[in-house]
């Protein structure tokens, strides 16, 4: 299943954390990918690519997203990432 909530967390002179809903993220791509699917279509003819195992292949990537764990460390703050 693709990821739902990222936790955005900051901590520097004030903390910070943030839930982040990235199903409302997808919901906003949804009519981008809609609106770009022709053109997707032609790069998979003209490329030669089998679209019955490309679709898969991203549904993979994008499920592989859950349980990443960014950190980002400065002198000043501290930042984690984490996709659930």
Do not use: K, Y
């Not at 997203?65 to 460390?73: A, D, N």
Request: aromatic share 12%.
């Amino acid at each position: 299943m693709i990821p739902l909530f990222a936790i955005l967390e900051v901590h520097g002179r004030r903390p910070v954390t943030l839930w982040l809903p990235l199903f409302l993220l997808w919901l906003l791509l949804l009519p981008i990918v809609l609106v770009l699917l022709p053109f997707e279509l032609f790069v998979l003819l003209f490329a030669r690519i089998d679209g019955w195992r490309a679709l898969p292949a991203l549904w993979n990537v994008l499920a592989g997203l859950r349980g990443t764990h960014v950190e980002i460390s400065t002198p000043q703050r501290q930042i984690f990432i984490h996709v659930h």
